[in-house]
């Protein structure tokens, strides 16, 4: 397939391989501890399980699965709030499919379809305002989710929600920002990243200057990574260079892509419509704040937090889950007391269970765990 | 000549359903003229069969029941129709039976156009044509709008086993080698791309077919088939899975063998999909002893549904019900049955 076989062909992740190998040798630090090298992204996290690199890399490099999926982080008190808002009367709630199965405090939206209420699979938000335009008699509402990749579609959409003069369009934002959490991550007591795999959409977005803190302030390297397999290992490849030589940099691999000052279109419809929240609870990790967005005062008519009446109750995470753990590199995902048993990609106890990006899930799927014998 | 009774409505109600003579309209009409054969043509209740005629196939009788409830009705490449009768053929003959009979039962929603039922109907009398079975008893129901979703059907099949065949999931060996007989995924593909939500400008067909003679030339190449399943719902990583599970045995796969069309491969890349969780409705998997692995592949390729037929794997040492599949680095990964429904990934 053009464009995509050219980023999977073996012998170049071979060379790459042999590459990784060799370089490892030349860094002192790894002989006392692996390097932990943090995807942040869950597109990587899929990726690296999907074509099994982490088996393939030498034991000197150890992956830690970041934070980096927007379903894995959302926090049960929202998808309880989702629930409040689509099973009132009326209501067409529409989600894109991998939130269907997020558990909430009781259940998830999956199951609130099961018993009655219209909830709809949409593959973009404005496939939601098409459906607000045919039902104008229902009030749609777009759960809105994702880092700063999904963003621009959903400001885009508010404002042609807007331009069109459509009445019975609602967005429910849970829109997030990766910045905030990366930061969170590095000022962690526990924090011991060498180094950071970039997510490679949010980048097309933001580009590349908004992490520049990484070097400067926590003198670490972060290189944008594309999702391709030869992507996710050439990135690691520039990232053991840049540890050999002591340097510190954000660096690009994905350029084919990633413009260096991001998309100001974009950039310019997010900043129309969004304005950041004072703070925003993520699933495992707790409230950071400015870690999310939310609707400006001029586009309020649209905001679902505001027209409907929603819970909006923080919800622990169940006691035994330590996807907050797993999600700071911690502890990896089988050595969770609950992973494989009570929870499982059928019957997800925490959230990084539930999408194939988040972690757990991906080890559940692809690892090579012996889940019998855990 | 007894005179056929003509359905002159254009859409369905109620009274279709209702016993009387709009029922009977319809029966007539659509069902018996089309399908038309002795046994169905008699109105009784049930479907005669002499023994005797029945013992020339074989010792054993293979029975089966499945029900289709698809969305669109219509797609490229096929219908509900044409699926509710390859799917049942395809149920018996991985047995390595012969199909010969079907019921249909419907379940039609009120307000469904003739038009469009009769075109499923005609489609079911030239899939079963084409497959040499007949559709010899029936059931129609009809529901208040709002209640079904346009048309359900069932069909249940019976054939014939002929002696000395003996597939069950259970037979695998360790050392067997696994066959597809050619692409995965395109029915699956098919439908998502035709629900329209994806707004894909790809050209995607379901794989819908028969595929008793191709299980026959395969019997005549290899009697000796270990396991044979149809990978419709769950798609090849299920039947694989069920194989592992049922013989407790591993199962290990080669990426790089699996057939998988482009525009297949390029959905599953845009949604985070998974192909070999695709349903097919034309497609068999197969563990087969590795001494008649090759000459089998060659049979099946001799065969208009088995020309794209491959060797993607082998059954192997290590923990059983386990499906491993390598990927084109080396790599390994676990290929479970499907989890729910597949999902797209949000990006």
Redesign the interface.
Known sequence: ?KF?DEF?D?DM??SL?DKINQIVKEIPRCQQRPLQIMEVCG?HT?SI????????LPKEIELVHGPGC??CVLPMGRVDDCIAIAEQPNVIFTT??????VPGSKKSL?QAKAGGADIR???SPM?ALQLAKKNPDKQVVFFG???E??MPSTALTLLQAKKEGVSNFYLFCNHITIIPTIKAILDSPDMTIDGFLGPG?VSMIIGQKPYEFISRHYQRPLVIAGFE?LDILQSLYMLLIQIRDERAEIENQYTRLVPESGNRQALQAVSEVFELREFFEWRGLGSIDHSGVQIRQSFAQYDAERHFIVPNLTIADPKACQCGEVLKGAIKPWQCKVFGKECT??TPLGALMV???GSCSAY?????I?V?NL | MKKTRKLHASHINMSHGSGGKAMRDLIEDLFVSCFDNPQLNALEDQARFDLQSLQQYGERLAFTTDSYVVDPLFFPGGNIGTLAVNGTINDLAVSGAKPLYLSCGMIIEEGMPVSELREIVQSMKAAADLAGVQIVTGDTKVVPHGKGDKLFINTTGIGVIPQGIEISASRSKVGDKVIVNGYIGDHGAAILNARG??ALDVSLETDCQPLHELMSVMLAACPDLHAVRDASRGGVATVLNEFAESANVSIRLDESCIPVR?TV??VC?IL?LDALHFANEGKLVATVPADSAEALLHAMQSHPAGREAAIIGEVVEG?AGRV?I?????????L?ML??EQ?????
């Not at chain 1, 399980?49 to 393939?56: P, S, V």
């Not at chain 1, 894109?96 to 199965?101: E, K, L, T, W």
């Not at chain 1, 559940?364 to 090579?368: D, E, F, N, Q, V």
Request: charged share 25%; with cysteine; proline share 8%.
């Open positions: 397939m995509v999977r073996p992740a071979k391989l597109g899929h399980f999907r074509y099994g690199l982490e088996q393939l927007p379903v894109f499919g991998d939130a269907m199965r999956l699979m949409v593959y496939d989710l994702g880092f990749t999904t959409h397999p990609p059928e999408s194939t990006e559940y799927a692809y690892g090579k012996d019998d | 939500d994806l482009n491969r390029g890349e985070g923990p491993v390598k990927t084109g680095f080396g790599g390994e990964r676990i479970d989890v729910g999902l797209p990934r949000i990006c």
